[in-house]
């Protein structure tokens, strides 16, 4: 019985072993070095219609003139608030600072990994780093860095459609973080747009905590099992994250939302990825959270009124050494040559539409443009759990 049962493991050993290998990934879309920003538009506003911050998003020839974005010598991206211009004359001042949105999407089956060593914090100071459909809920968000004022910890969240069904993150299994809010779904015409959170254990996830470690990576995983986050500090990077990472062999994520009580592939069109700086505004400077935000005092009841002093922007930056996209080796869709993106014209976007957009409490985004691509509907990874599990149907007939 045994001995049969040791062949049937070694003929599908044999005939599986191959697909049975960690999942492979391979570069789609780089964003580093001296190219760093031809990959995104920069998405140009007067005013922030999404989430009312105190900001004028600008565009790329004056924020390369005001030294707001450029690469360093060091070869990382800078991207930052203007920290200069005194504005304490001006009633209405608005602080000038940067939206970039990336020119090509991340399609299903993708995991996104993001390197940097500071993210800009600081009283007022609001950034994020995610990615969103064109069609905005309908095509959901996903949060990967975000989180304001003084904070140490990041949030991850998804935003979500009502017409996408359910979807949940109600208990804390299969991660590290903790769910602070568990109903991904978004009422924008109700104002409702929490969506999911999940807040990171590491309190060098965010912010001065985050910038005093030397940084870390962050990793967005979205495929059948669901969307998985983590959060590497500096000092335990898996090996080779940056060229051909494996997330298969990583520790349990910061955040995890399973596909059994949020369907990836429908909740979910191809995201572009968004990385600005907000201040104030919906979240940083929601009445409600600024009492206890650490930033309040007798000369500072609220947030705006520290927008117009360039001194409280100092540490307002982002220092990114990469952010790359890989797509699975077993996708469909895959292109074999990285795209050195920079394919629609570089420079300005126009506001989109202006009747969207009533944010609360986190990053909304309501695109003005249309989106035309579809949502990817391949399910990739199907072939490779059902051949795991045989494998482990094989492996029982051998302990029986
Ligand atoms: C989640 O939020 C949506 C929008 O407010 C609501 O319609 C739905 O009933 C909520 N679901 C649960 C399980 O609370
Ligand atoms: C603006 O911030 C950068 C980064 O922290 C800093 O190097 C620079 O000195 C600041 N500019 C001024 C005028 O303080
Ligand atoms: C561009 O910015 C405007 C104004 O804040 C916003 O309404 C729109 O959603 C943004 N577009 C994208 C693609 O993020
Ligand atoms: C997207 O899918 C819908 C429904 O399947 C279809 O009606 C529509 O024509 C498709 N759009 C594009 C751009 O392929």
Not at 54 to 72: G, L, R, W
Not at 184 to 213: H, L, M, R, W, Y
Not at 247 to 274: E, I, N, R, V
Request: glycine share 8%; with cysteine.
């Amino acid at each position: 019985m045994i001995s049969r049962a040791l062949f049937i493991v070694a003929a599908f050993a044999a005939a599986f072993y191959p697909t049975c290998k960690a999942q492979g990934y391979h570069l789609a879309q780089d964003f580093s070095g001296p190219d760093f920003f031809q990959g995104f538009r920069y998405n140009v506003s007067d005013r922030d219609w999404n989430n009312f911050g105190n900001v004028h998003f600008i565009s790329q020839s004056d924020a390369e003139q005001k030294h707001m974005t450029f690469v360093d010598l060091n070869g990382r991206a800078i991207i930052s608030v203007d920290n200069t211009t005194d504005g304490r004359t001006d009633g209405n001042f608005g602080r000038d600072t940067v939206y970039l949105v990336s020119n090509n999407p991340v399609n299903f089956g993708s995991l996104v990994v993001f390197d940097a060593v500071h993210i800009p914090f600081g009283c007022s100071v609001w950034p994020a780093l995610f990615t969103q459909g064109h069609v905005w809920p309908e095509e959901g968000e996903i949060d990967i860095i975000e989180n304001v004022n003084l904070a140490t910890q990041n949030q991850y969240a998804l935003h979500t459609a009502i017409s996408s069904g359910t979807c949940l993150k109600q208990s804390n299994d299969g991660q590290t973080g903790k769910t602070t809010n568990g109903n991904c779904t978004v009422v924008p015409e109700q104002d409702i747009n929490t969506g999911c959170v999940v807040q990171d254990a590491s309190s060098k996830s965010f912010g001065k905590g985050f910038a005093d470690s030397g940084g870390g990576v962050f990793s967005m995983l979205w495929d059948a099992a669901g969307v998985s986050l983590w959060f590497f500090e500096r000092s335990s990077i898996p090996p080779n994250i940056d060229t051909a990472p494996d997330p298969s062999s990583w520790p349990t994520p910061s955040a995890f939302y399973p596909a059994d009580s949020c369907d990836p592939s429908t909740a979910f069109g191809p995201q572009f990825l968004t990385l600005y700086i907000d201040i104030c505004g919906a979240f940083a400077g929601a009445p409600e959270l600024w009492p206890t935000s650490g930033c309040a005092s007798a000369a500072v009841s609220k947030c705006d009124d520290l927008v117009q002093d360039p001194a409280n922007y100092n540490n307002a930056y982002w220092m990114i050494n990469y952010l790359r996209v890989f797509e699975s080796d077993s996708s469909s869709s895959s292109s074999s040559s990285p795209s050195r993106s920079g394919s629609s014209p570089s420079g300005t976007a126009s506001s989109g539409s202006v009747s969207a957009g009533t944010g609360t409490s986190s990053t909304t985004g309501s695109p003005g443009t249309g989106g035309s691509a579809n949502q990817s509907s391949a399910i990739q990874n199907i072939p490779i759990v059902a051949y795991s599990i045989v494998f482990s149907s094989a492996l029982i007939l051998v302990l029986i």
